[in-house]
């Protein structure tokens, strides 16, 4: 199997890891960056809404 791209940049079983590394840091920064409304606050605490 070839590595990353269309350059080889990363070869194989380490371009899998990079790219799962990568999407872990996006999936981070977006759950961070997301807006919290009032329904979401309520869920976190528990409180169910009515």
């Known amino acids: 199997m070839n590595g ?4 080889n940049l ?3 079983p380490e ?3 990079v ?3 990568v999407t872990l840091i996006f999936h981070y ?3 961070k960056s997301g807006i919290k409304t009032k329904a979401l606050e309520e ?3 528990g ?3 009515s």
């Open 19 to 21: 790219i799962g590394i």
């Open 4 to 7: 990353f791209g269309p350059a």
């Open 10 to 12: 990363i070869p194989f």
């Open 29 to 31: 920064l977006a759950v």
């Open 47 to 49: 409180i169910s809404i």
């Open 43 to 45: 869920l976190e605490k």
């Open 15 to 17: 371009d899998t890891i």
